[in-house]
């Protein structure tokens, strides 16, 4: 396999603030977006050469590193070689929703796993199947934003099973999920959204976040 030969220039003036925000839960290098995204620009474009075994190892190597911003790139590396993936790469890549979670890193694996689902809508059950009912909460939150960007094409079973599952979970990162993934069909079809909230009983906090633009 190839050797992946790639390390970011750190700005340490920016990193005490960036560490701060996330809660100093993870060591920053300091590499706000632009820099970091224009930094990555290289590796990005090489991995469109690159077969999927090699970019499978890249994301691990990437994703192992102390920096938050690895896990930024690697996670990248997913997202611009998602046309190459097949089930099988899903499930390699669903390890690292359960590893260094947070909501930065888990939303934007979740992104991921939400285009795979629109290039291969007959593998979405078993993708949703994935974080559904999982025993870490990260996962299950995977599994009720799952489908944010899938607009018509939204199975109402899968969401409101999802949804459901966590009802009275209290967990903030859960309840903001469960209002997300409402407000965000409820653009699609306003009306199912209204009838599910006065159907079941959820928590404030999804409600208001549900009901934001109703």
């Known amino acids: 396999m190839e050797k992946l030969n790639f390390n970011f220039t750190g700005n340490p003036d ?6 701060r925000y996330m809660r100093n839960r993870f060591s920053f290098l300091g590499l706000k977006t632009p820099e970091r995204k224009k930094q990555s620009k290289p590796l ?17 190597e990437l994703y192992a590193r102390d920096a938050r911003e690895y896990q930024y790139i690697a996670i990248e590396l ?18 690292f929703v359960t590893k260094k979670s947070w909501w930065d890193s888990v939303d934007s694996l979740r992104a991921v796993f939400g285009k795979y689902i629109k290039l291969h809508p007959n593998d979405k059950a078993t ?12 996962e299950r939150r995977t599994s009720i934003n799952l489908q944010l960007m899938e607009k018509e094409n939204t199975d109402t079973k899968m969401l409101s099973e999802s949804i459901l599952f966590d009802q009275t979970t209290d967990e903030f990162f859960i309840q903001k999920a469960i209002g997300w993934s409402l407000r965000q069909y409820a653009k699609t079809n306003p ?6 909230l006065n159907e079941h009983q959820l928590s404030n906090l999804a409600v208001r976040e549900a009901t934001k633009h109703l």
């Open 14 to 19: 920016n990193a005490t603030a960036m560490e």
């Open 44 to 60: 990005l474009q090489t991995s469109k050469s690159r077969d999927i075994t090699t970019i499978r190892q890249w994301i691990a």
């Open 78 to 95: 997913a997202d611009k070689n998602i046309k190459k993936f097949q089930l099988a790469d899903i499930i390699f890549l669903r390890q």
């Open 127 to 138: 993708v949703f199947a994935l974080f559904y009912k999982s025993d870490n909460m990260w």
């Open 191 to 196: 009306d199912w959204v209204i009838t599910f």
